[in-house]
């Protein structure tokens, strides 16, 4: 085709995907939809070429800034919506099972493996509070889930996560248990407090220019699996912490608001408990 006007342009590159192509299906479907939205988009705000080398330069500054332990795409999509807008289409709520919530950029996997009962925490904080959660893990009928192995991770009283802050040990506040035999899981960890999402780069960048802010309400992150039910990745926020109505990756769910409350038992200043719901594949 020599002739590419404004008018036909969306058409002769879809028409230009070939049929030997190296994708799928699936794939043919998104980038077709993909090139569509994008030649929409620049056509609706008649997008000018500085402007177009300005995002390139944008987008390559933030792939600069990935490494093993900073995905900053992930932080750009969470700041725009996109990750929990995924989450929402790709895990949609049709029952009483718990809702879903952000992975976010921080897990790490194979954390330590650990008994029911045991203690994530490997560094102390003069500000922390301890806190012991417990819960049950049920399926849709009631039913106890055992040998539900649940990956949980969270920041320390600094704020930080263990892989963004050399002062803390490897895998402080990290952990894996596994439900017992009545579905229930039991750690001990500390309350978690807020924090600012990385934004000393692009994803920063892109937050001032909205005019919003970094922070994420408190919260514990938790993966649960096992053979024979979608896996659950979500997150408990704290009843009581601050920028749960304004988080700035817009990840929070009523349903997934927990409560501490002051304990002498458990050797912790907190009690939580929070029961989780697990989808049967299929
Ligand atoms: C998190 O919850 O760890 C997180 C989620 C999205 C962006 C940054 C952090
Ligand atoms: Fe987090």
Redesign the pocket.
């Known amino acids: 085709m020599r002739n590419v006007t404004i008018d036909n342009v969306t058409d002769v590159v879809i028409g230009s995907l070939g049929k030997n192509g190296t994708i799928g299906e699936r794939q043919r479907e998104v980038l077709t939809s993909l090139i569509t939205h994008l030649h929409g988009f620049c056509k609706d705000v008649n997008i000018q070429h500085d402007e177009f080398l300005f995002a390139c330069d944008y987008l390559a500054r933030a792939g600069q800034t990935c490494d093993d332990k900073r995905q900053e795409f992930?932080?750009l999509g969470?700041i725009l919506g996109v990750?929990v807008l995924v989450d929402m289409l790709s895990y949609p709520v049709e029952g009483t099972e718990s809702e879903s919530t952000?992975l976010?950029?921080?897990y790490r996997e194979n954390p330590p493996v650990l008994p029911k009962g045991a203690s994530i925490i490997k560094k102390h904080y003069d500000n922390e509070e301890t806190a012991y959660f417990e819960g049950y893990v049920r399926d849709a009928s009631g039913a106890p889930v055992a040998d539900v192995v649940m990956d949980v991770w969270e920041d320390a009283p600094n704020g930080l996560y263990e892989n963004h802050d050399a002062d803390q040990p490897d895998y402080n506040l990290r952990g894996r248990f596994t439900t017992d035999e009545n579905g229930h899981y039991a750690f001990n960890a500390v309350r978690p407090v807020p924090y600012p999402?990385p934004d000393n780069e692009t994803a920063g960048e892109l937050l001032r220019g909205m005019g919003h802010h970094p922070n994420?309400p408190g919260?514990m992150?938790f993966i649960l699996s096992k053979d024979g039910y979608r896996t659950l990745v979500s997150?408990i926020y704290d009843a009581e912490s601050d920028w749960l109505d304004d988080d700035s990756?817009f990840?929070v769910k009523e349903s997934l608001i927990g409560h501490f409350h002051k304990t002498n038992e458990h050797d912790t200043d907190l009690h939580i408990k929070f029961d989780f719901v697990l989808k049967t594949n299929g």
Request: glycine share 6%.
């Open positions: 992930i932080l969470d990750e952000v976010g950029p921080f999402i994420r919260h992150h997150q990756v990840a």
